[in-house]
């Protein structure tokens, strides 16, 4: 059973989620980072039938990208026990659900904004976001827990 926010609770737990969600999205990049450097040797091995590695290079780099998988999951996995939703990693955008006339619906968040001012349906995704107006804060609620 999904936990529902209210606007406030949402706004409140937005310090932590963003950083999270920027401790994943560094992870992210240096996951990927490491996996194209480690590709980038792999095709030049293929290409040129044998190249001499270095070691240590090769395994810094599969450490990084060991580690960056694992502060990765755990960012992640933080997030979502929070009850949030990572819809976009790599644009930074995450939903709260919450009820609006009641219906799930989700309050709606991109990085760089600064606070929760759209919502959008289920079915409608970020594109169908709307702005929060006074109508949805009235019509609006979520767990009575903070």
Known sequence: MPRYFTLE??????????TLLK??????ASVARAEREIENWTNRVQVMG?????????????????????????AVGAVVDLGVQIKDLEIGLLDF????????VLLCWRLGESGIGYWHSLEEGFRGRKQIDRDF??????????
Do not use: C, F, W
């Open 23 to 28: 401790e994943a999205m560094t992870a992210r």
């Open 137 to 146: 804060i009235d019509q609006h609620q979520g767990d009575e827990r903070d």
């Open 97 to 104: 659900p919450t009820l609006y006339q009641g219906r799930e």
């Open 9 to 18: 609770q949402a706004q409140r737990l937005l310090p932590e989620v963003q």
């Open 50 to 74: 044998g190249v001499r590695l270095d070691p240590d290079k090769m395994s810094q780099l599969a450490k990084e990208r060991e580690n960056g998988a694992q502060s990765l999951n755990r």
